[in-house]
């Protein structure tokens, strides 16, 4: 069973940074592909930023790409999200996701994908 955690959610003006870490435990993470999702009060669940198992290949939300870069360090057990440029619409509660994959090398997009899940952590971007 792999347990998810993120951190660095918070309150940040437009035009400001955060950057949301996920800590995963309970399954070897280098053989994990990792993603993050968002979802804003009273919209559904959107996809935000995925990468592969050694790094090597990320995808993004397109009207996202410039903005956010996702990372990894697999002696950390540990993803990251790195926001710039921080918009208001960029609110949201953030999503850490978990995949097993088999298939080493691919980023996965939809939330069907994926089998597992942090809390989630709130960011605000204020006007």
């Known amino acids: 069973q792999v347990q998810l955690v993120e951190s660095g959610g918070g309150l940040v003006q437009a035009g400001g940074s955060l950057r949301l870490s996920c800590a995963a435990s309970?399954?070897?993470?280098?053989?994990?592909?990792m993603g993050w999702f968002r979802q804003a009060p009273g919209k559904e669940r959107e996809f935000v930023a995925a990468i592969t198992q050694s790094g090597g290949a990320t995808s993004y939300l397109d009207s996202l790409k410039g903005r956010f870069t996702i990372f990894r360090d697999n002696a950390k057990n540990t993803v990251y999200l790195q926001m710039n440029s921080l918009k208001p619409e960029d609110t949201a509660v953030y999503y850490c996701?978990?995949?097993?994959?088999?298939?080493?090398?691919?980023?996965?997009?939809?939330?069907?994908?994926?089998?597992?899940w942090g809390q989630g952590t709130q960011v605000t971007v204020s006007s």
């Open positions: 309970g399954l070897t993470f280098s053989r994990l592909a």
């Open positions: 996701s978990a995949k097993y994959a088999a298939f080493v090398g691919l980023t996965w997009v939809t939330i069907k994908d994926y089998d597992y």
